[in-house]
């Protein structure tokens, strides 16, 4: 099976497979709407009451899980790519830990919530990764030390948030930890309309940019042969996964173990070193089953996704690694 | 390949200065590549060759001095322009892990793609040619780090030739093929001169190859062009001795009638010298 | 700075001993309470039960100091050790799943067993810091070619985000698991009782012992697979015994400390700056080098924030990210 028919059909599996983790993550809750019920829902037809529940609760939820797991998964395909490092993920950048140590100053510190912190953790993330690549910036910015830097400038910032957290109080830091771990709670259209829109241009651009993905992967030179400008390349693909990560990052929190996990686990399914839309489509559907998951499982209590995300996606990724018959496949 | 139209592009350097991180490796440089010709560079390890052929690529940036395509400053040329021109082979290629052959010679074709025009008929035609005539058309799915080095060697020549540019520059593109294949892609470079007129300019070091192959032989020691020519005209027991540091004696090939150098070593050598 | 031969080596990494001892004194003379010099030697030869200094001095700096140079030396030889195994300059002794194991371990004593106290504490921790690397390994190893670098790596960070999600859930569930864990988390040489340090000493040394003894091992690793196989070096065995030494470290030091990030990812970093690429020297520079950099951020803790203190944790990160980042500005770091 070649390459092109491969990756078409992982697609057409994960699509499927997104729309009806989407539908169920609809359906299910405290109040029950059957899977028929669930598209008239949407669409405003039907019962009231689910009309309400879907259009104004779960829908968006729903979607917040679709768009910030397409862009983790999207953000760490593309970091994997340009570190050739299988260990990359968006905090390489500095990402989770700018928005980390700014959401979190906001909540012990500042005793802000909802938009406020956004806006802060979102901030935090865009002025960290700045940093990063200014530093790492040398006549051009290297993979390698674009990745040391980041984690020098990471672990400084994950400092400063654990001495927030022994500062504050009992309850902020509880807040704190949700917020650390990863969540969805509570999302609403408020929430998914700036991430929908940013996604609505970012997304295209990284699909514009993997022809040039592609060819940074055969090597600088290589690539410089073939015509491509390899510093102009890299600077707008780590621009768009930045901002990808960013935005998905200030949406939910660091749920950086999706970022982390979907691309291996769809460069495995598809068996190539490239495959951005499959990442995506995983990313998403690790969200959705990881919320759904999450929301459901202790009854009463909401947990915060990101700790079923560690929990769900952990396992298969082992289970792939484990099946993978290539001596030390990078992953 | 079938081409349609016969392009000639000129390739030129002039008084090039070329360094790594401050150490000179050439200076004042200057080497006119013949249009239409096969031409090798030859020289000792160390003398320069690659880091010349990288500047004509426009890989490397001169300290000092121009490298001319078509007359104009190759740097000057917008580098997907300078890619539909001139392609270039460089010595340890770097492949992402799990890149399937047909996957990794198919990216040769960036040059020739647009936003608007992504995929076509002759994107794929032109690439089942390059690994027809590579021979690597029966390894298609497998992947590139799973190939033996000559296998994975073509797979990359293959990538090269689906580049399909007038202008071809190749780094020691021999290195881990058998004889065999060696002279198989020796033979179909010539094949590409011969029959489409393409300029070829390659790296060797088997000296008695590049005698065999070339129109023009270029002799490097130092960073400097020490004799450039027909390689009968070039390849002399003098010439040898001072480029290579070797003694040797030259006669001519039977089977080409082109200059073959006999090495004198300290063992072997049937008349004491 | 290229030290190239053995004698010029052993030179240098001596006045890195010494600048080492200059900071255990430091850590023993300063401390957020001014003590005098002469007080603090009496201290150390002439103890007197009644001087409250004397008490300080001893029962308080001198454990710290040892912790802290126990700890970083640990870490610092560990994460040497890891990124040598697994040819790769992101590997931390953390990939291995140690310390998500402690915590993991730790966070399950205390909320679900009840477990309270610095002993109970610290064996749990080292419990679950040896049981995930078991895990990581033994995962890591399933399938052909077993455990390489890439495989050990995912399985590792695999693992980690899986016990995190879990410890992360019952801290949520476990406000006051949560208070206590906090702190523990944070990392810290502070107040760890003197019975306990000598009780862990022989896993230190052991680990110590084992990953000295892997330096000719990992200069064949570090050229492959194959060309280490035609040296006669045997890759599973080598990889067991570097498993092992790194468990043994950092199980221990995070047990004793808490989990402390950075130092194990970036002090090997530098050491290969310093002294080249041969692991006979990587490895006894990053145990020099870190207990200088874990000292040296404790007793600036102690200093900065007087008369309170800011846990080691947080300064060695504060602290070493500026100096790492000139460090990868200036040089170009040796690859491996």
């Known amino acids: 099976m070649t390459t092109v028919v491969r990756t078409a059909s992982v697609t057409g599996v994960l699509a499927v497979t997104g729309f009806a983790a989407f539908c169920v993550s609809i359906s299910v809750g405290e109040l029950r709407v059957p899977l028929t019920d669930v598209v008239p829902a949407i669409f405003g037809a039907g019962d009231p009451a689910a009309q309400f529940v879907v259009g104004e609760l779960r829908l968006p939820r729903a979607l917040a899980a679709v768009l910030v797991g397409a862009a983790f998964g999207l953000s760490g395909a593309v970091f994997q790519s340009l570190a050739r490092n299988p260990l990359a993920s968006p905090d390489i950048i500095g990402i989770s830990s700018g928005a980390s140590a ?169 068996s190539s070193p490239l495959a951005i839309v499959p990442a995506a489509l995983v990313g998403a559907v690790l969200m959705l089953v990881a919320d759904l998951v999450a929301r459901e499982l202790l009854g009463t209590v909401e947990l915060p996704v990101g700790i079923v995300t560690g929990i769900v996606g952990a396992p298969y990724l082992l289970w792939l690694l484990a099946r993978s018959n290539r001596i030390g496949s990078g992953g | 390949m079938t081409r349609t139209a016969q392009a000639h592009h000129t390739l030129a350097a002039e008084g090039l200065t070329l360094a790594y991180d401050k150490v000179e490796v050439t200076r004042d440089l200057s080497l006119e590549i013949p249009t239409g010709q096969v031409t090798c560079i030859v020289g000792a390890n160390a003398c320069g060759k690659s880091t010349l052929l990288r500047a004509l690529a426009r890989l490397l940036r001169p300290a000092s001095g121009t490298v001319l395509l078509d007359g104009q400053r190759i740097q000057s040329l917008p580098t997907k322009e300078v890619a539909t021109r001139l392609g270039i082979l460089p010595q340890t290629p770097v492949a992402p892990e799990g890149i399937t052959v047909a996957d990794l010679v198919s990216r040769g074709r960036h040059p020739h793609q647009t936003w608007l025009r992504q995929w076509s008929d002759r994107d794929r035609s032109v690439v089942a040619e390059a690994m027809r005539v590579t021979g690597t058309l029966e390894l298609a799915e497998r992947p590139v780090d799973e190939l033996s080095g000559g296998q994975r060697q073509r797979a990359w020549i293959a990538m090269a030739l689906a580049q399909d540019t007038d202008l071809m520059l190749l780094d020691e593109p021999t290195t881990y093929l058998d004889l065999a294949h060696q002279i198989d892609v020796l033979d179909l470079l010539v094949d590409l001169n011969r029959r489409h007129g393409r300029t070829v300019v390659l790296v060797l070091h088997d000296l008695n190859q590049a005698a065999r192959y070339s129109d023009h032989l270029v002799a490097m020691k130092a960073g400097a062009v020490v004799a450039a020519g027909p390689p009968a005209e070039v390849i002399t027991e003098e010439l040898v001795a001072e480029v290579f540091g070797l003694s040797c004696r030259v006669v001519v090939d039977e089977v080409s009638g082109t200059p073959l150098v006999l090495p004198i070593g300290r063992h072997h050598a049937a008349v004491p010298s | 700075m290229a030290v190239q031969t053995h004698r010029w080596r052993l030179a240098w990494l001596l006045v890195a001993v010494g600048v080492l001892v200059l900071v255990v004194l430091a850590s023993v003379a300063v401390g957020t309470r001014s003590i005098p010099v002469g007080t603090v030697l009496d201290a150390l030869v002439h103890p007197s039960a009644t001087e409250d200094a004397h008490a300080v001095v001893r029962s308080l700096r001198v454990p710290r100091t040892v912790v802290g140079l126990l700890a970083g030396a640990a870490l610092g030889l560990a994460g040497a050790v890891m990124q040598g195994v697994t040819r790769n300059p992101l590997a931390d002794p953390g990939l291995l799943g140690v310390s998500a194991g402690a915590s993991f371990a730790l966070v399950l004593g205390i909320s679900v067993l009840g477990l309270t106290g610095p002993v109970a504490y610290v064996w749990f921790a080292f419990a679950g810091a040896a049981v995930a690397s078991v895990l990581v390994y033994g995962l890591g190893a399933i399938g052909s070619g077993g455990a390489t670098p890439v495989k050990l790596a995912l399985a ?67 050229l492959g697979d194959d060309v280490a196989r035609s040296l006669g070096r045997r890759i599973g065995l080598a990889r067991v015994t570097a498993a092992v030494s790194v468990v043994l470290l950092v199980g221990a030091a995070t047990a004793l400390a808490g989990p402390i990030g950075f130092v194990g990812l970036t002090i090997p970093h530098v050491a290969r700056a310093i002294t080249g690429t041969d692991y006979r020297w990587v490895l006894p520079w990053s145990m020099v080098l870190a207990p200088m950099l874990l000292l040296g951020s404790d007793v600036i803790g102690r200093v900065v924030a007087r008369p309170g203190e800011l846990q080691v944790g947080i300064v060695t990160a504060v602290i070493g990210a500026p100096f790492f980042v000139m460090l990868v500005r200036q040089r170009r770091l040796a690859e491996l």
């Open chain 3, 156 to 222: 590792g960070a695999a693992i980690t985000a899986f016990l995190l999600s879990m410890t992360t859930a019952m801290l949520l569930l476990d406000q006051r698991t949560l208070d206590e864990y906090r702190f523990w988390s944070v990392g810290s040489v502070a107040g760890r009782d003197p019975d306990l340090i000598a009780q862990l000493g022989p896993f230190f040394a052991v680990g110590a012992l084992l990953a000295l003894a892997a330096g000719p091992v990992l200069n064949s690793l570090a």
């Open chain 1, 102 to 270: 700014a959401a979190v100053f906001g909540i012990v510190v500042l005793g802000w919530s909802g938009n406020g912190l956004v806006l802060l953790s979102l901030l935090g993330a865009l002025v960290t990764a700045a940093l990063v690549y200014a530093l790492a910036w040398k006549q051009g910015a290297s993979s390698y030390r674009l990745v040391l830097v980041g984690v020098g400038v990471a672990a400084a910032l994950a400092a400063v948030t654990s001495y927030l957290l022994t500062k504050a109080q009992i309850y902020d830091v509880q807040e704190a930890v949700v917020w650390l771990t990863g969540s969805l709670n509570g999302r609403l259209w408020s929430d998914v309309r700036p991430l929908g829109l940013a996604m609505l241009v970012l997304v295209p651009m990284v699909l514009l940019l993997t022809p040039s993905l592609r060819l940074l992967q055969l090597g600088d030179e290589t690539a410089t042969g073939l015509g491509l400008h390899v510093e102009r390349a890299r600077l707008l693909l780590v621009l768009v996964a930045v901002a990808l990560a960013a935005g998905a990052t200030a949406a939910a929190g660091p749920v950086a173990f999706v970022a982390f996990v979907s691309a291996p686990i769809a460069r495995r399914l598809v």
